[in-house]
């Protein structure tokens, strides 16, 4: 045994990539997580009626939100939506009528919070009655974040098949033998990339129907334009994936990119409020597919849009795609300049 | 008169700060198989990359055909077998054949027909459905050896070909290759082996990424006592010692 431990710590000593992730990539994890799950310093928009109970506003304002009345006739759920509003507070014969954008976020979190502690500070305690516009108050934590598992999977297996499928291209030595062949340097990432693009299509579609009919999850939108979003997001792992394995030597190193490519996306996948995140770490998601594959499918699968609310979503995927795709073209160069 | 086929002028590629190839200067003729010999790290296998354009020379020329290199045309004239077998794995050894038969334009019955006939040449026909994984390490090398052969090239490149492989199929390998050199395919072998060189017309000996020797191998072995190679090599390694 004492043989075997020595060698496991010499090997690990001579691979020092190995050994620098192991200690570096937990400590950045934690640190970004310390980062994202720690005080937010988002204040939420509430507004009341006119005719809110005086005592009541009284308390609330002694929480951390910010409140001013609601313009008479305004349309409470285009404020919402326009998000110059986080929840709109009306009043009734039931209590309060609290409406908000979306269930199971943070803000949303956030905004019960305030009004429990205000409300417990009156006496008789108001009851309220929550409303959301996409989602329900009941709704499952599946239901509501079934949008971040399907990219964030649809992402992760693309990314590491077709990563370990480009390195022990090169480790087998057919790469080389395809570049002494007369195949263009683009047709070999373009195959690449379409290839796995069916494959991940025939995923997607799998994930979404089997997601919708057999897991039962409600979606508001139309189907085929979510299979579309993840196939995009698909064709963007795969690049991402054939890019990061020219800096891999074998497949074990494939695998250590994880924690650097695909964890850190994760957060920005919609699992956390990115306005409620402190020092503008949520401005990160703009350099990240997964933001932009998860916010298509949460804006088609919960809140219903259609293809033109999404432009912007499909456009950057895109973009990633190109700008990787163009990247591996020139990568191949090492093994043929022409 | 034989046509030169591939003509290196002045080669010379460094990696790094390290010279792998000095100032080579050599031509490989049609019908002709040329040995290139030497042991690892001679610069063999750098030789052959340059050739099939995988690197490029820091100084020199390379033509082939009459036409300077890179270029995509002179690309479909080459086979290139590389030192590791370099087929799928997970595919069948016929699926092999086809995939790297359209590389050079075959389709449909002329890259069927010509698959078959590469598997045929190298006894492969009965396991050709067999995935690769399910071969022994001879028939993988065959294959490989299929593959480089099915667009049927002038030139020959065979990196390091019989490796690993016992003596009854090195010598099968070694009749095909001679086979291939009397219908007119320029052949470039490298090797460590010794034996080998006297199977080629014409042998270059590599030390250290300089030529050390290049003449047809009656020559070679004429100038060298006892008849042995080696002795060319134990003679520059000398050399060396002394500087």
Redesign the interface.
Same mark, same amino acid.
């Given at each position: 045994m004492k043989g075997v431990i020595i060698r496991i710590l010499r090997q690990m000593g001579n691979d020092k990539r190995t050994l620098a992730l192991m200690i570096i990539a937990p400590i950045i994890i934690l640190t970004l997580l310390y980062l994202l799950l720690g005080e937010s310093s988002y204040i939420p928009k509430i507004l009341v009626a006119k005719d809110f109970p005086a005592v009541l506003l009284t308390e609330l304002k002694k929480q951390d939100v910010e409140v001013s009345f609601l313009d008479e006739g305004a349309d409470a759920d285009a404020l919402l939506k326009d998000k110059l509003a986080d929840a709109i507070i009306t009043t009734g014969a039931d209590g309060m009528q609290i409406r908000m954008l979306e269930s199971g976020n943070s803000k949303a979190a956030l905004i019960t919070t305030a009004l429990k502690n205000a409300s417990s500070a009156v006496n008789p305690p108001s009851s309220m009655n929550l409303t959301f516009i996409y989602g329900k108050i009941d709704s499952t934590g599946f239901n509501s974040l079934g949008f971040v598992l399907l990219g964030v999977l649809s992402f992760f297996f693309v990314f590491i098949i077709s990563g370990i499928s480009f390195v022990r291209e090169r480790e %087998?030595?057919?790469l080389?033998?395809?570049?002494? %062949?007369?195949?263009?340097r683009i047709s070999v990432i373009g195959g690449y990339t379409v290839g796995f693009g069916i494959l991940s299509a025939v995923q997607s579609a799998l994930m979404i129907l089997y997601s919708r009919y057999i897991l039962g999850m409600e979606f508001e939108g139309p189907v085929w334009l979510a299979v579309i979003i993840m196939v995009l997001l698909a064709f963007t792992a795969v690049s991402i994936g054939a890019f990061v394995s020219i800096f891999a030597n074998n497949e074990f190193q494939v695998m250590q990119f994880i924690p650097l490519v695909v964890v850190p996306q994760m957060f920005f996948s919609g699992l956390i409020t990115l306005d409620t995140l402190p020092y503008g770490l949520g401005n990160l998601a703009w350099f990240m597919p997964i933001f932009y594959g998860c916010d298509g499918l949460e804006k088609v699968l919960i809140r219903g849009y259609g293809i033109g609310s999404i432009w912007r979503d499909l456009c950057m995927l895109i973009a990633f795609i190109l700008f990787f795709f163009v990247l591996n073209v020139l990568a191949l160069k090492k093994?043929?300049?022409? | 008169m034989l046509h030169m086929n591939i003509v290196m002028t002045q080669i010379s590629k460094s990696f790094g700060k390290t010279e792998v190839l000095h100032d080579i200067t050599l031509t490989a003729r049609e019908g002709e198989i040329l040995c290139l010999l030497g042991p690892s790290g001679a610069g063999k296998t750098t030789l052959i990359r340059l050739i099939t354009g995988g690197l490029r020379p820091d100084t020199g020329e390379i033509t082939i055909n009459g036409r300077k290199f890179p270029n995509m045309e002179a690309l479909r004239s080459i086979g290139f077998m590389p030192q590791n077998d370099a087929v799928y794995s997970d595919l069948s050894g016929y699926d092999n054949l086809l995939f790297f038969g359209r590389l050079f334009g075959l389709s449909g019955a002329e890259l069927r027909n010509k698959a078959n006939d590469a598997l045929s040449w190298v006894g492969l026909e009965k396991d050709k459905k067999k995935l690769v994984s399910q071969y022994s390490g001879g028939m993988k090398k065959r294959l490989s050896l299929a593959v480089t052969l099915m667009h049927n090239p002038s030139i020959l490149l065979l990196d390091e070909p019989t490796v690993g492989i016992d003596p009854v199929l090195r010598k099968s390998i070694w009749d095909r290759f001679e086979a291939l050199r009397l219908e007119g395919k320029t052949i470039i072998v490298s090797t460590h082996v010794m034996d080998e060189a006297v199977r080629c017309q014409r042998a270059v000996l590599l030390y250290e990424g300089r030529m050390i020797e290049n003449d047809t191998t009656g020559n070679l072995l004429a100038k060298t006592a006892g008849g042995s190679l080696e002795n060319l090599f134990f003679a520059a390694n000398k050399a060396g010692d002394a500087v």
């Open positions: %087998t030595g057919t080389e033998r395809l570049m002494a %062949t007369p195949i263009r093994y043929r300049k022409l | -």
